[in-house]
């Protein structure tokens, strides 16, 4: 158990040390590429070096998101070789078309974007700098294809002969590439990034005013940023609505963490703090339907049935029938040579059970319960800073877009703030995804403690000690260069903007 802990906590600060560059990369790119087109629109100098600014500040993000990104990627081998040995016909899929197209779109026009000013026409330039944001976010959905396909496992077949979940044709390719889970979750992700780059460029802004410095700058660029993360909020609430709708129906005990729910019902109440619900509401978020049924941790564990009739078995029924899968196919693979018929007797049973054999893995029903409070914090982190964010990025596009942004130096500090709560209800969005779906790697299908590699606690302790050093001297050093970016500030005049 200390090595699967020990390689979870790597894993976990790897993903969201990457975290950390992800959005602000997504946010960045729709800005600058916004900026530009005003550019190119209106032929005023005053926006090409808004945009090259901002452009600065994304290359410098881009280039270490870039190093950690492969990290993550490799430690799918390192210290998860089980999984990747499970998955790797349908995981290594989206990752290489990741790699190979996205990923090389991204990097090219990046090149162009950044150093070719001078070089292209002002119209091909502002192609690559959208290009850019294009690729960066191609790139995003290929990755959550792949953990939208961990948390819902659609479109593949176990194969006994390999042990592995292969995809069979390429309706089954389109079909874990059309799953619902990474879609919505691709909007999330996508949209909460353009949350982050606009409040990233109305706090550097409002430091700005603050300072005196660049206004008329610093205006236009909250102008642009904050409308941008306004849109980013709303897309962000209709595609969380989806998540929640797509929660309940493939990860009801996420759900159930997330909401604290022990027993569930008709018209369940949504929990803002303990002690304070509101009558109906889960049921309306989780189902659309006011009196929508919604199980809790109990009901799980007890068994269920659902809002369409179907029975859903007990935790201990589901572990049982993972047993007999597991039994089944070792039979089957003991006997597939030389006892035909036993083999084929056996392969019966084993495709009967097989959607339950992770569960077989389970040592007791309550291993499928996640951290609850953990789960439970952690999405009213995500849900409140949401909130709070919105309603900063409002009043600042208001008031800058009344010419009377500068007078509140309250609300000027406080999109200051914003920065790092930002990042915090990125990471608790993630904390209610991954922490959320505990104890599995693929859902229902392959446990944690099944999935690791053969490692010992101590080579994984030292790997993730040499991690966090690394991780935390790149940090600081990103910090540093991009507050040094930041203090130079931009090379603008006042235009005709």
């Not at 022990?262 to 619900?277: H, Q, R, S």
């Not at 959607?355 to 409070?373: A, C």
Request: proline residues 4%; contains cysteine; aromatic residues 14%.
């Amino acid at each position: 158990m200390d090595v699967v802990i020990w390689s979870r906590i790597q894993f976990a600060m790897t993903a969201a040390y990457h975290w950390l560059f992800v959005p602000l990369t997504l946010g960045l790119a729709l800005v600058m590429a916004v900026m530009e087109t005003l550019y190119v629109v209106k032929k005023d100098p005053f926006w090409k070096k808004t945009a090259q600014f901002w452009i600065k500040l994304f290359a410098i993000n881009f280039a270490v998101g870039i190093a950690t990104g492969i990290i993550l990627e490799f430690e799918f081998g390192t210290n998860w070789s089980n999984y990747s040995w499970f998955v790797g016909d349908m995981f290594g899929a989206p990752l290489a078309i990741e790699g190979i197209l996205a990923f090389f779109m991204e990097a090219t026009f990046f090149a162009v974007m950044f150093f070719g000013w001078e070089k292209v026409s002002p119209k091909f330039h502002l192609a690559s700098t959208w290009l850019t944001g294009i690729g960066a976010t191609i790139s995003a959905y290929w990755i959550l294809v792949a953990n939208g396909w961990m948390q819902n496992p659609v479109g593949t077949t176990f194969n006994p002969d390999t042990v592995r979940s292969e995809m069979a044709s390429a309706a089954a390719f389109w079909e874990v590439v059309t799953n619902p889970v990474a879609v919505s979750k691709f909007f999330h992700s996508v949209t909460s990034g353009w949350v982050t780059g606009g409040v990233f460029v109305v706090g550097v802004s409002a430091w700005y005013l603050l300072k005196g410095r660049e206004k008329h700058f610093a205006l236009k660029s909250i102008l642009v940023g904050g409308l941008v993360g306004l849109a980013g909020s709303a897309a962000v609430m209709l595609s969380g609505d989806a998540s929640g709708i797509h929660a309940a129906e493939f990860q009801p005990m996420k759900l159930a963490a997330a909401e604290g729910l022990e027993d569930g019902g008709k018209g369940a109440a949504f929990t803002i703090v303990p002690g304070i619900k509101v009558p109906h509401m889960l049921s309306l978020l989780a189902t659309h339907d006011w009196n929508g049924y919604v199980p809790g941790i109990n009901d799980i564990l007890r068994g269920y049935t659902d809002n369409d009739g179907n029975v859903i078995p007990s935790v201990a029924d589901k572990m049982a029938m993972g047993r007999t899968a597991l039994d089944a196919l070792a039979t089957y693979r003991a006997n597939r040579d030389t006892n035909p018929e036993v083999a084929a007797a056996a392969k019966a049973v084993l495709n009967a059970n097989v959607q339950y054999m992770g569960y077989g893995h389970l040592e007791k029903p309550e291993d499928v319960i996640p951290p609850v409070g953990v789960v439970f914090w952690a999405f009213r982190f995500m849900v409140g800073l949401g909130m709070l964010l919105a309603l900063v990025l409002l009043l600042t596009v208001w008031f800058a877009w009344k010419g009377k942004l500068e007078g509140y130096r309250w609300l000027l500090w406080t999109a200051i703030w914003c920065i790092p709560l930002v990042y915090i209800c990125g990471q608790s969005g993630w904390i209610v995804a991954e922490v959320g779906r505990q104890p599995w790697t693929i859902q229902g299908l392959l446990p944690v403690n099944v999935a690791i590699s053969s490692l010992s606690a101590g080579a994984v302790k030292t790997t993730f000690f040499v991690f966090l050093a690394v991780f935390a001297l790149f940090l600081v050093i990103e910090i540093r260069i991009m507050l040094r970016a930041i203090r130079k500030g931009p090379e603008v005049e006042p235009g005709n903007a």
